[in-house]
């Protein structure tokens, strides 16, 4: 079955620098969506970018970009310029099959101004 | 913007009471999901739905239910409520075009006694 995994349940990083959250994932497909969720203290989960597994191409909106190693199974969000409202849970998360996602644990971001 | 609504935040229940969660989509989309979130344990697909009365398990269906008797609302059940399904619970509605996004509700907290 595949997996999601992200080995760090807390990061902290002082405010306008930059932090990298892992996530590696297990499978045997070739063609396959990536995404990252935010989920602020309010609670509503929202999308943060998505990575289509045939793009070379790294995704990138505004701040957040991904680093994509399609060979490694590994697919880490890069936010830049950190800000306090980017403190939340981030979920990796992978799409099988027709429309199924499955997650990662989440990391915990701390913002420290 | 498709907006998804659920039928409250925070829900308190006993133990043995028959228990409603309900979504509504206010657009035609056919994918609708039922996730349960737990600390550790990032989201859990519990059912899932391709189009009206169809219905599918996903990884934990034990415990639960759900209609889907119009397209645009998407019940969760609980026919007989337990402590261990004290949790949040997240719908969401995905698209069927080739960006395979979900996008998810402001979630139902319930606490079952």
């Known amino acids: 079955a595949q997996t999601v995994t992200q080995s760090q349940p807390e990061m902290s990083v002082q405010e306008a620098e930059t932090v990298t959250l892992s996530c590696t994932y297990d499978?045997?497909?070739?063609?396959?969506?990536l995404f990252w969720y935010k989920q602020p203290p309010s609670r509503q989960m929202i999308l943060v970018i998505r990575?289509?597994?045939?793009?070379?191409q790294n995704a990138t909106e505004n701040r957040f970009s991904v680093n994509f190693q399609k060979a490694a199974k590994s697919f880490s969000l890069k936010i830049s310029d950190s800000q306090l409202g980017d403190a939340a849970m981030y979920f990796c998360?992978?799409?099988?099959?027709?429309?199924?996602?499955?997650f990662g644990q989440g990391t915990r971001l701390t913002i420290n101004p | 913007d498709v907006k998804v609504t659920q039928s409250s935040r925070y829900l308190v229940k006993r133990t043995g009471e028959k228990v409603f969660l309900e979504c509504v989509q206010d657009?035609?989309?056919?994918?609708m999901f039922w996730y349960r979130q737990d600390p550790g344990l990032g989201l859990r697909l519990i059912y899932f739905?391709?189009?009206?009365?169809?219905?599918e398990k996903g990884d934990i269906p034990e415990g639960y239910s759900v209609s889907r008797e119009k397209k645009e609302r998407f019940s969760l059940i609980l026919e007989s409520a337990s402590t261990n399904q004290t949790s949040m619970y997240l719908c969401?509605?995905?698209?069927?075009?080739?960006?395979?996004?979900?996008?998810f509700g402001p979630g139902t907290r319930l606490l079952v006694l």
């Open positions: 969401a509605w995905g698209t069927g075009t080739t960006l395979r996004t979900q996008y």
């Open positions: 499978t045997s497909e070739s063609d396959y969506y």
């Open positions: 990575q289509e597994a045939y793009k070379q």
């Open positions: 998360a992978y799409k099988r099959g027709a429309q199924k996602l499955v």
């Open positions: 657009m035609d989309h056919e994918n």
């Open positions: 739905s391709y189009d009206v009365k169809m219905k």
